[in-house]
């Protein structure tokens, strides 16, 4: 066994959970910074270029071989593991209707038996249960009935690699190693909806700015009794009544009006039906773990998009099981996940993992091959829908929108709950509702459990409006966009749930372009010259716009920015690096206030924020005023602590904290020691008073300061005079964002400051004086009381979304009546992302996005219960994903909209940059054969079944 002793600890940050020590080792050693461990540090410094980004920060390492995935680590990769290294393997349910009578074993031969078997009895016997979010029967015990297809039985361990893979050859497929007995019910039928929401509005006198007659903002939400296991909503319509009674006399009205046959009214009533799919990601999810007894230290390497969530959960599991009272330390290491699509947020698969190691006693090594993954691995909900559009024949003005909508969440809860409101609050689009009545129920299901998988509903929902706007557009004899343009959502007015969005909507600029494009405005004699000299294929034409909501209405960035004294940037923060490039654009963000891009940044950092102290209480979705207003008296509370790595957080949630520690140690830093510069050897200071007062009009030219036509400054320089004078190096800060960001005071060097953040902690110079180095004593940082806070209201839940990010797609098709294969021969993306902080990391989401967007519409779909996924025999061989020609990859183009100023935030675009091109091929494919699709994937086989 290696060496590992306290001294190589020294990396590792320490906080206690439950009586446990948690160490968070983010990415292992060196590859969590842009240095990777083979490489000199001249070399990977290069991604700078000339304080320009050159290359993405961990580029050398990619294109090296030297950035490693968490599956490719085994034991005697690990400093202090043992070099011998255990096996893992899963047996599973492949069905669900039948009780389960146990498993045989007798097939292996003796070199090929588990050295150890974990089942439900093992689990009962030690009080080992799952985390409560993922519910009971973590392992099935025998006499019940699977909750699921894929249901996990027992957890089958082994010594060596050569025996667990015999092991799983025989086992993998084999329909002998499960026993059933008798046929039963499904278990889903017995269990009451996962959730249901309701959102209904109507509008106010004064229009779509005013005060609403009624909508869940203003009036707050309902929800409905379970009686048989469906929704059973208040009956009682009052408009004076309660809040349910009211919603439900509104609700009554709305419908009415729909049905009565309003002869001014233009109805279009659809049923929509979206398929079950697989994030598909590049790396299945792995996990390895042992527990150094002697230490009594647990380590654990996991493949996961939120560490700290997993973190906290482990510490509770290990507090029961075999190793009860032994844990003293918790080391998670947080290495590269290999992609995430959402689907590695919250995914049970690294408590199973635990446990294997927990009862190993030696490194133990779970690991999903692709058919593992598909079998056990979240996937996105699929959707049934039930609208109803009413249009206005004469003015195209939507009247009213009524939705009923039916989501399979699968087996297990997972983020089902919040995934069928997102999905219900989308709907809408771009487009102003001024009536609506959207329900959304979500059941349990014998399929594989579906959870936070890109588009987290609005896929499903936002693309099935835009195909009712283009089947009404025909319906009414009108074009298209111009159907849109009447209807565009403007900026000031209210959503479906009777909140305002934030920030201009800039839907009426996309739509402008979008109809004065060459493919849109030649589509009908295009599509004339085509088809002539194409014989056997058809042509079409078809758009989308779709406006993504990102954030979750409780999102709590952390980031700490640190400036050595030769002019070194380090940064790091809580979110997760997917591929998205969060780390390189993170080290960009920083150069708004400090004048250089970030020489360091270490992301998927858990336990550094400890610094800050910060303790939460309630569930912040359902907290309420009362509570929150005592609990913030307290100026070590926040609402949440830490956030997961998903729900396009990074470019605006993430870059806030980021940025705002910047601008501290910029304000209380770098500006006065460049004044004490300026002034010392630029200005007669002595005989008068400078005029510099102002630290908004300094400017960053060339990675110098300057102002007033003072000598620019260089960082080198700057960094100097401010660890001489000690003022402040480093600030490490933590924010909360309910739909809108909480403000605080603190007290900065005798400067009362107000900030976008709700816990502060600062690092000073060598020179500062004996007090504030003193002051340095929690982790190495100055912790400040807020003396006030002002967090958004709690009411502000009922909201539910009011950050958008908007996209359009335009596609130009060609299909093959022979096969039915759809060939794209053009597409044309529009994006409004805000400020982009670094533009080939948006066109790479614009690609990858469409290339997802075309997967969902054309290609990618599992069949529900016993033919699909949960049944253990899909993979690539059945599984079909597009490939390069398939996306007409050559053929893409885009225009990213310029911010209305450089004041402009960043917006979250990692999935609205997916969902237009949907419902575009969708339109595409009806006007090139005049059939239209309700049910997803439009595969080749269902199109020349149409054809023929």
């Not at 509008?203 to 700015?209: A, D, I, K, V």
């Not at 690991?367 to 699929?382: I, T, V, W």
């Not at 009923?404 to 999905?423: C, K, P, Q």
């Not at 009545?437 to 987290?456: E, F, H, L």
Request: proline residues 5%.
């Amino acid at each position: 066994m290696n060496s590992f002793s306290s001294s190589r600890r020294t990396f590792i940050k320490r906080c206690v959970i439950s009586g446990i020590a948690v160490y968070s080792a983010p990415l292992l050693w060196k590859m969590g910074n842009s240095q990777a461990g083979g490489l000199s540090e001249a070399l990977t410094a290069q991604f700078k270029g000339n304080n320009k980004l050159k290359f993405r920060m961990d580029g050398i390492a990619k294109v090296t071989g030297e950035k490693i995935y968490g599956r490719d680590y085994r034991a005697m990769d690990m400093p202090g593991w043992p070099d011998q290294q255990g096996y893992a393997y899963i047996l599973r349910l492949d069905d669900a209707g039948h009780v389960y009578q146990g498993f045989d074993l007798n097939m292996l031969p003796q070199q090929a038996r588990p050295g150890q078997v974990i089942t439900a009895k093992e689990l009962a016997r030690d009080g080992v249960s799952l985390p409560p979010f993922f519910g009971s029967d973590m392992l099935l015990p025998e006499g019940k009935t699977a909750h699921y297809l894929g249901h996990a039985v027992a957890i089958l361990l082994f010594d060596n690699f050569a025996a667990f893979k015999q092991a799983k050859n025989l086992l993998q497929f084999n329909k002998k190693v499960i026993r059933y007995g008798e046929k039963t019910a499904f278990v889903s039928e017995s269990r009451d909806p996962y959730t249901s929401w309701r959102i209904i509005r109507e509008e106010g006198e004064s229009g779509p700015s005013g005060e609403d007659k009624y909508s869940p903002l203003q009036d707050g939400i309902f929800f409905p009794n379970y009686k048989a296991h469906r929704p059973q909503w208040p009956e009682v319509m009052d408009q004076q009544g309660s809040v349910s009674e009211r919603g439900m006399y509104y609700a009554g009205r709305i419908n009415e009006d729909i049905t009565g046959g309003n002869e001014n009214w233009q109805v279009l009533e659809r049923e929509y039906r979206t398929q079950i799919i697989d994030p598909m990601m590049m790396e299945p999810e792995a996990f390895n773990g042992w527990f150094d007894e002697k230490e009594g230290t647990f380590h654990t390497v996991i493949t996961s998009q939120s560490p700290q969530d997993y973190q906290e959960q482990a510490v509770h599991m290990l507090k029961h099981g075999p190793l009860a009272g032994k844990v003293k330390n918790l080391v998670v290491h947080s290495p590269f996940i290999g992609g995430g699509f959402g689907a590695k947020d919250h995914s049970i698969f690294p408590y199973y993992g635990l446990v294997a190691a927990m009862y190993a006693g030696k490194p133990m090594r779970l690991a999903n091959d692709r058919f593992e993954q598909f079998q056990a691995g979240l996937k996105r909900h699929p959707f049934t829908m039930k609208n109803r559009l009413a249009v206005d024949k004469k003015t195209l003005k939507i009247k009213a929108l009524t939705a009923d909508m039916t989501v399979d969440g699968g087996g297990r809860v997972n983020f089902t709950g919040s995934v069928t409101m997102v999905g219900a609050t989308a709907l809408q689009s771009i487009y102003y509702i001024p009536r609506n009545d959207i329900k959304a129920t979500a059941y349990a299901s014998r399929n594989p459990d579906s959870g936070s998988m890109r588009g987290y509903g609005t896929l499903q929902s936002m693309a099935t409006m835009e195909s009712m706007m283009n089947e009404m557009a025909g319906d009414l004899k009108v074009d298209a966009i111009d159907l849109r343009r009447a209807n565009v959502m403007e900026s000031g007015q209210r959503n479906t749930q009777g909140a305002i969005p934030n920030g201009a909507l800039r839907y009426r600029e996309m739509l402008d372009m979008a109809q004065q494009h060459p493919m849109w405005l030649e589509r009908a004699a295009k599509k004339a010259a085509f088809e002539a000299a194409n014989p056997g294929k058809k042509y079409g034409v078809g758009f989308g716009i779709t406006t993504k909501d990102y954030g979750t209405g409780a999102a709590s960035p952390s980031a700490a920015v640190r400036l050595s004294k030769s002019g070194k940037i380090e940064v790091d923060i809580c979110f997760m690096e997917m591929g998205t490039g969060t780390q390189s654009s993170q080290a960009v963000v920083v150069k708004d206030k400090l004048g250089v891009i970030a020489d360091k940044v270490t992301v998927a950092e858990v336990d550094a924020w400890q610094a800050m102290q910060q303790i939460q209480t309630h569930n912040p979705y359902f907290i309420n005023q009362q509570q929150q207003d005592e609990m913030e008296k307290n100026p070590r509370w926040t609402p949440v602590i830490g956030m997961a790595s998903a729900a396009s957080m990074s470019s605006y949630y993430q870059t806030h904290a980021t940025k705002a520690a910047a601008e501290i140690i910029f304000r209380h830093g770098i500006w006065p020691a460049a004044v004490a510069i300026w002034s010392e050897k630029y200005f007669n200071g002595t005989m008068a008073p400078n005029n510099l007062n102002d630290a908004g009009a300094a400017r960053w030219v060339d990675g110098k300061l300057t102002t007033q036509g003072y000598p620019p400054l260089s960082i080198e320089v700057l960094a100097k005079r401010v660890h001489d004078m000690g003022l402040v190096t480093g600030a490490m800060v933590h924010a909360f964002n309910r739909w809108a960001w909480s403000e605080a005071t603190y007290d900065i060097l005798g400067q009362e400051v107000n900030l976008e953040v709700d816990g502060l902690a600062l690092q000073y110079g060598d020179g500062a004086n004996d007090r504030l180095k003193a002051a340095m004593n929690s982790k190495g940082y100055h912790l400040l009381d807020r003396t006030s806070v002002n967090y958004p209201e709690t009411a502000l839940n009922n909201a539910m979304v009011t950050y958008y990010a908007p996209c359009a797609a335009m596609v130009e098709i060609a299909v093959n009546e022979g096969n039915g294969e759809v060939e794209i021969l053009n597409s044309h993306t529009w994006l409004e992302a805000g400020k982009v902080i670094v533009e080939e990391l948006v066109e790479g989401q614009i690609q990858g996005g469409l290339a997802m967007g075309v997967g969902h519409a054309l290609y990618e779909e599992i069949p529900s219960f016993e033919d699909g996924a949960g049944n253990g025999t899909w993979n690539l061989n059945r599984y079909k994903v597009p490939k390069a020609d398939q996306v007409g990859v050559w053929r893409q183009q885009h225009t990213i909209l310029p911010p209305l100023s450089d004041t402009d935030p960043s917006k979250g675009i990692g999935e609205v940059v997916m969902i237009s091109i949907v419902p575009a091929l969708v339109e595409a494919v009806y006007q090139a054969i005049s059939v239209r699709f309700y049910d997803l994937p439009m595969t080749a086989q269902k199109i020349k079944g149409a054809i023929s």
